[in-house]
């Protein structure tokens, strides 16, 4: 099947018993000594007081410091013990699994990560792992292979794909995904060319995902990323995303998770606050911060 040049595609419903949605929004990361001098932190805190900290406005994280180091069960452990009960990870894998993939190496990686994770899941925190594929992993039968034998590889656990090349968005992946019960993750990123589109497009009726980048296309490419995404959002683009897509996720799935990568001068947790709010002026049930933080 032939790429659509008209997103959005038709949406894949779930079972009529999907009918509640629980709503939980946070910050892509929250360890940001800029956050502190943003107000978002009192002034001259450290990074190991953070997370009670993040805890007290978002009940939900998603921890990118996997994507660099492999994540380890004891520390998995330690990062659990500073959160409340019931607070929830999102965990993004690790770059050899999905940058810089060694072929004969990557299997091993894959259970180290699954191994490095198990403390989450065995809590029940582990709300979702994100596979975020690189720009250059486009649609070819190589990248095609690598991608199915990493869902394979990585079955059992709640996962979520990132693309960012327009060339898996096709009603083709969506199907497989769908098959999978793979979430395909949805994104606002710069409407620049060849990167993949926002879409609304559902494929695990059990878990949403969505990924504010911001819309900085003069710094998407730069290299930096305090360039890259250093983007504050207005509430009526805020507003577009509920009154939009957001609705139509909402509506076909038991829970949605919202990040915000836009973290330089913590507009991402003020973008995320100003989302929540909206949500809850139309209904919604969005999940507050857990309570005794």
């Known amino acids: 099947m032939s790429r659509s040049r008209n997103p959005p595609f038709p949406p894949m419903r779930p079972p009529a018993a999907a009918t509640f949605c629980q709503v939980m929004a946070g910050t892509c990361g929250y360890s940001y000594t800029e956050w502190a001098e943003a107000g978002f932190y009192p002034r001259g805190t450290r990074p190991a007081a953070m997370l009670p900290l993040y805890a007290q406005r978002f009940p939900i994280t998603e921890l990118n410091h996997t994507w660099y180091q492999m994540p380890r069960a004891e520390v998995m452990e330690r990062q659990r013990g500073r959160a409340p009960d019931g607070f929830a990870f999102a965990v993004k894998v690790t770059r050899t699994l999905t ?10 990686d894959a259970a180290a990560f699954r191994e490095g994770v198990a403390p989450l899941l065995q809590a029940g925190q582990l709300a979702a792992v994100l596979v975020q594929l690189p720009h250059s992993f486009d649609r070819t039968p190589s990248c095609r292979r690598h991608l199915a034998a990493l869902l394979d590889e990585l079955v059992g656990l709640p996962l979520a794909v990132e693309f960012r090349n327009a060339s898996w968005a ?8 769908q098959r999978r019960r793979v979430t395909l993750v949805a994104v606002d990123e710069p409407p620049l060319r060849g990167l993949f589109p926002a879409l609304d497009v559902v494929t695990q009726p059990d878990l949403g995902y969505v990924r504010f980048h911001g819309r900085n296309g003069r710094g998407w490419y730069s290299g930096s990323k305090e360039q890259q995404f250093d983007y504050d ?11 939009g897509k957001l609705e139509a996720m909402v509506r076909q799935t038991r829970r949605t998770i919202i990040f915000f990568n836009n973290h330089v ?14 949500l809850r002026q139309r209904g919604y049930s969005v999940t507050p911060a857990i309570e005794g933080t």
């Open 265 to 278: 001068a913590a507009q991402a947790p003020r973008n995320a606050q100003a989302l929540m709010q909206m």
């Open 170 to 177: 096709t009603d083709r992946v969506f199907a497989e995904l």
């Open 99 to 108: 940058h810089d993939v060694d072929p004969n190496g990557w299997r091993a």
């Open 233 to 243: 959002y207005s509430d009526e683009e805020l507003r577009d995303w509920v009154e």
